[in-house]
C-alpha cells in the first residue's frame, strides 16, 4: 500500500470526499504528501485503519471531536463493572483508576442495563453468578443489541471450570479472567481483548 488521492479513499471508504476533507481538517486524518498539482495524498492502510476507528467510535455515541480527543489521549477509558462482589469491584476500581480509567458499578444484570446504553463503555467485567439475571444472560444480551454488540467483555468468575469458560466464549464474552487474580493479569487480559498494549502501561 501507497499513498492515495482523496478519490480513491472515498470510493474504497465508501464515503464521500467531503467526509475525508472534513475529517482532514479537523485533525483526525494526516496528509502524507502532495502531487505536484497540490492534491492532498493520504497513506492507505494508515488512513483505513483511522477511518475503521473512527466508524467504531462514532457507532458508539462518541461525536467527532471527543473522538479527536481520544485519539489525542485526552479523553478517559470506561468500564462498566458488573460484579456483586464488593470486594472485586474495590479491587478493579483500584487497578483502572491508577490508570486513568472512568468507571461505573453494577451489581446485577438488571441493574447494567438500566447503565449500559447510556454509559456506554469500552469495557465490560462481567461476574458470571449474581442473583436475578446470570452473566451469560447479560452476555447474550449485550451481543444481540446492535447498539452495545461491540462493546469488549471480560469474564472475572471464581467459578473456573472448562465448562464455565467454554459458556461465556460461546455467549460472546472476549476474554475470561479466574478469580483471584493480581493487578498484572488483570492489564494484561485488558490489553490482550481491547487489542493495545498501550492502553493499559
Known amino acids: 500500500m501507497g499513498n492515495v488521492k482523496i478519490s480513491e479513499v472515498a470510493v474504497k471508504a465508501r464515503v464521500l470526499p467531503s467526509t475525508i476533507r472534513h475529517y482532514t481538517d479537523l485533525g483526525l486524518l494526516e496528509v502524507s504528501d502532495r502531487t505536484d498539482g497540490g492534491q492532498r495524498l493520504y497513506d492507505e492502510e494508515k488512513t483505513f485503519n483511522t477511518l475503521a476507528k473512527i466508524k467504531h467510535l462514532s457507532s458508539r455515541g462518541y461525536t467527532l471531536n471527543q473522538i479527536k480527543d481520544i485519539f489525542a489521549g485526552g479523553l478517559k477509558k470506561r468500564v462498566l463493572i458488573i460484579d456483586d462482589d464488593p470486594d472485586v469491584v474495590d479491587l478493579i476500581k483500584t487497578i483502572l483508576k491508577a490508570e486513568d480509567w472512568e468507571f461505573k458499578h453494577a451489581s446485577d444484570g438488571f441493574e447494567a442495563g438500566t447503565i449500559l446504553l447510556d454509559y456506554l463503555p469500552d469495557l465490560i467485567t462481567l461476574d458470571l453468578v449474581m442473583p436475578g439475571m446470570d452473566g451469560f444472560k447479560v452476555c447474550q444480551n449485550i451481543r444481540k443489541d446492535p447498539r452495545t ?53
Open 149 to 201: 454488540k461491540s462493546i469488549k467483555i471480560i469474564s472475572i468468575t471464581a467459578y473456573d471450570t472448562p465448562e464455565y469458560k467454554e459458556k461465556i466464549i460461546k455467549s460472546g464474552a472476549d476474554g475470561y479472567l479466574p478469580k483471584p487474580f493480581t493487578p498484572e493479569e488483570l492489564r494484561t487480559k485488558i490489553n490482550e481483548v481491547l487489542g493495545k498494549v498501550e492502553l493499559v502501561k
